[in-house]
RNA sequence: GCCGAAGUGGCGGAAUUGGCAGACGCACCAGACUCAAAAUCUGGCGUGGUAGCCCCACGUGCCGGUUCGAGUCCGGCCUUCGGCACCA
């Protein structure tokens, strides 16, 4: 074995020999439990960065492990390769996308290959490629023909900068997500998908993801926002329509004084028609409509109404109340029109404030009275009814039931649950995406493509510069064809669709990724989903998690898949930081994997990334820290390198000599190793800790290396110590640990080793170090036999001269012994 | 504003069930090896007092509580980060 650890020719060469095995080709093997590990597939967006490093280095240590402990472990990668960075790339540089999109993935594979992670190579799979987005067509028209995608026109968020409409998901603090541009509405002709059909069904689901953090789980939950009210149609003055508004408090509904109406609202031109208020209302909106979604609803944005010169009828006592326009009603919310009880309502209290509007108290608390000349802001709590006619004197959680069923059976109102998740807009007005399926028709208007004549292939000879409308638009050869129905002249929809489509479902065609007949082999899918593990960033707790959870439940209904839940554990992990921030190119300081690579190895690279910080939290990168990982794997190599000829013919320990201590001690952090790596991996995923119980054992053998006379080593519980340390370290430095298994004199790989367990024998310790306190403070520390009965401790503690001359002068009142760990001496 | 997470040495972090706070690593200091340096090995390393390896006090964001005992549990704050943000 060589002296010095060479990882520039260790890595390669096994990368070359796994490949050349087919080490971690999987078959679907139902003798072998199943275990499917996932990472999310990246964008191809040229070159691995370090929060890939970090990602898939954690899926690869739980896909070994795995595999060692005797699972049947699917690991693929593929490629999120869709969208919009490509086509970007294309009008800047004039590079075709499809060409940029492959070089990149040539290389991004070949970085990843670099790493050594544990892939199946022949499972990997690109969105953009026919045969794959195949199948995104042919799983868009199972949801268009239960109804679940739809075509209307509705006000959408549309980024002037990427020149397309976005999803709700999509929209951060009315930005686009992708470019931070501000994102203006615009009322076009979409694609949706009916997401809210799902909403209670994805919500009650939640409470089942017992492997999901809660802070993904609590933040579905808010993104869907349920909430229970009633929807009660009032009059209008004069008008034979009703005006329906939604409320989660119709215990207020006597303390309304104004009804507001969003500006979009379709009664709004209506009741101004012809009146004096009909300019102003109509300058109002304009004004609305030209405003960002930032500017008109953020918290911070002063309220603004109009009155429109209408007058609402309130259904339960007859009152007219005047009817507004404003700014913080929004359309795409309940009915788009609200209530004003400026009492019970913070909002409705600083706008009828401003435009001195009623307030009425409907709701009294317990002991107080409140008075509406003198109150500074809304009462929201509970309380009794007042001036509430026939409900009077009913606490308020009451009347809410009873108000309600009240409305329900007078016909003046009904309950009803509604969502803050809207549907879910697919279609999108770009180049570099899976085409929409569908054709229309002069006779037969809408039509599906047929299954057979999928795909809908996205040619390759398009402008691709963005002008508002799909570039496909500009391609007759595209643009034209026959109806499927009919025969005749049709036009293709030129709209592709949203990525995140793609990246719906992709973790079933991993299961049967050369499946030609169908997405997936309904076998294999049975077979391998749930995937078992999920590892990925935060970022997408609510995008891709919330659609894949959609898309498999509707994939269920239909019998396609046998799950209902995509995802059974999911792990976030945090993002890699440098000098306290992201790493950022505009920032400077980004630090490249290939660098890191070329000038420690891979293995240096994914043990410094597991050692530094646990998976979930954020991760501060420091040269400094990869070269103690680097001086780590080279201590290794060292050990293992001195002892490699004196074990060479040895037979591991067996238990059947009695040990010295110093061997006993070697063999206790041994299988306390093995005893915590095992239990770190599987049940915590704190890698950080079972690095740092490796460096404890190799620390130890050191130790015992160089301390004790080699005459007297005993090299059979060195050999035993040194082939589980190999092991133990295989999952986070495999290509270090298969060499040295190697040399040592192995056959066959050390990942298709099995996963040792600990001998409990070689871990309990005879004697123990105990403290002894006083009133809680340490004062004395003792060893003791292990095994030591809490009266045996505290009489020993007892007895002890330095104990006996501290408790000089003072009475002991109580005495706590807990075995191993202390006597307690409590005195006054 | 609401929801959630986190605050521990010079730094990253550990302490899994309430039981010696600071494992492991980085940085730093000292020593060994060396002509010297690098590499390596050994030892030290929370703060303050005192100081010959002894001992004492303080110490896990802040204030209070429960307990023989609190980084850990409870109540109230502060700060940072993440999510949502006029959702009626």
Not at 170 to 189: H, M, N, P, S
Not at 371 to 381: I, K, L, Q
Not at 473 to 488: L, S
Request: hydrophobic fraction near 40%.
């Amino acid at each position: 074995m060589k002296e010095k650890y060479v990882f520039s020719e260790i890595e390669p060469k096994w990368q070359q020999a796994w490949a050349g095995q087919n080490l971690y080709k999987v078959y679907d093997n139902v003798e072998k439990p199943k275990y499917y590990c996932l990472e999310m597939f990246p964008y191809p967006s040229g070159n691995l960065h370090m929060g890939h490093v970090r990602n898939y280095s954690i899926g690869d240590v739980v896909a070994r492990f795995k595999t060692m402990q005797g699972y049947n472990v699917l690991h693929p990668m593929g490629w999120d390769s869709f969208g919009l960075p490509a086509e970007n790339a294309a009008i800047k540089h004039g590079v075709p996308p499809e060409k940029w999109t492959w070089e990149n993935i040539d290389n991004m594979r070949a970085q990843l290959k670099q790493l050594g992670i544990s892939y199946d190579w022949d499972r990997e799979v690109a969105s953009c490629h026919p045969d794959y987005y195949r199948w995104t067509q042919w799983l868009f028209l199972r949801f268009y023909k239960q109804g679940l995608a739809y075509k209307k026109r509705a006000a959408v968020n549309w980024c002037p900068s990427c020149v397309t409409v976005l999803a709700n998901e999509q929209v951060i603090d009315g930005a686009c997500e992708r470019c931070d541009t501000a994102v203006v509405k615009k009322d076009l002709e979409q694609w949706f998908l009916s997401i809210t059909k799902y909403a209670q069904h994805l919500l009650d689901n939640i409470k089942k993801l017992d492997g999901w953090p809660d802070k993904v789980k609590i933040m579905q939950e808010n993104w869907i926002g349920r909430s229970e009210g009633v929807e009660i149609d009032f009059g209008l003055k004069g008008f034979e329509e009703k005006l329906t508004v939604y409320t989660t408090r119709p215990d207020t509904i006597f303390g309304v004084s104004y009804m507001v109406l969003a500006p979009e609202h379709p009664l709004v031109l209506k009741l101004v028609e012809g009146t004096e208020y009909e300019a102003a209302a109509k300058d109002f909106i304009k004004k609305m409509l030209h405003l960002n979604e930032i500017a008109r609803t953020s918290t911070e944005t002063e309220k603004e109404g109009l009155f429109i010169g209408a007058y609402a009828i309130n259904p339960v006592n007859g009152t007219e109340v005047p009817i507004l326009i404003a700014n913080y009603v929004l359309m795409e919310y309940g009915t788009g029109a609200v209530m004003g009880v400026p009492a019970h309502d913070q909002r409705d209290f600083e706008f009828a404030k401003k435009y001195n509007l009623p307030i009425k108290v409907v709701i009294q608390p317990e002991g107080q009275a409140l008075d509406a000349e003198t109150m500074t802001g809304a009462y929201e709590d509970e309380g009794n009814l007042v001036n509430s006619g026939q409900f009077d004197g009913l606490n308020n959680e009451e009347a809410i039931r009873k108000i309600g069923d009240y409305m329900e059976a007078n016909n003046i109102g009904l309950k009803r649950v509604n969502f803050r998740l809207r549907d879910w807009l697919i279609s999108r007005q770009r180049y570099w995406g899976a085409p929409i399926p569908i054709v229309y028709c002069d006779k037969c208007g809408e039509v599906a493509v047929p299954d057979e004549q999928l795909p809908v292939i996205l040619p390759s000879n398009v402008e691709f510069k963005p002008f508002g409308q799909s570039p496909l638009a500009e391609c007759p050869e595209f643009v034209n064809t026959t109806c499927p129905a009919c025969g005749g002249p049709a036009r293709r929809e030129t709209d592709t669709m949203d990525t995140f489509i793609c990246s719906s479902w992709y973790y079933i065609r991993f299961t049967s990724p050369q499946e030609t007949t169908g997405p997936w082999s309904k076998a294999s899918a049975d077979y391998w989903m749930a995937v078992d593990q999920y590892i990925g960033g935060v970022e997408h707790a609510i995008l891709h998690l919330l659609y894949s959870r959609f898309f498999t439940k509707v994939l269920y209904d239909l019998g396609l898949v046998s799950v209902d839940e995509p995802f059974t554990n999911l792990l976030t992990q945090g993002m890699v930081l440098k000098d306290g921030s992201k790493m950022s190119k505009s920032k400077g300081n980004v630090v490249s994997p290939e660098e890191i690579v070329a000038k420690y190895g891979a293995d240096t690279a994914r043990l410094f990334i597991l050692f530094a910080a646990p998976p979930e939290r954020d991760l501060e990168w420091s040269d400094q820290g990869v070269e103690g990982a680097y001086r780590f794997l080279n201590r290794v190599w060292r050990l293992v390198g001195h002892y490699a000829d004196k074990v060479a013919g040895v037979q591991p320990y067996n238990g059947s000599v009695e040990l010295g201590a110093a061997e006993k001690e070697v063999r206790r952090l041994t299988h306390y190793a093995i005893k915590k790596v095992s239990d770190d991996v599987a049940t915590r995923f704190n890698f950080n800790t079972a690095i740092s119980t490796i460096m404890e054992l190799v620390n130890g053998l050191y130790a015992y290396k160089d301390k004790v006379d080699p005459a007297e080593q005993n090299l059979a519980v060195v050999k035993e110590s040194l082939e589980y340390l190999m092991v133990l370290l295989a999952p986070f430095a495999p290509h270090m640990a298969e060499e040295l298994w190697e040399a040592t004199g192995h056959q066959g790989s050390i990942h298709l080793q099995k996963w040792p367990v600990h001998d409990p024998a070689a871990v309990i310790q005879d004697e123990v170090e105990i403290v002894v306190q006083l009133n809680g403070k340490v004062r004395e520390k003792l060893v003791i036999a292990a095994n030591m009965e809490p009266k045996a401790m505290e009489e020993f503690a007892l007895g002890q001269e330095k104990v006996r001359a501290l408790l000089e002068g003072k009475s002991v009142v109580k005495v706590i012994s807990v075995p191993k760990k202390l006597v307690n001496i409590v005195v006054k």
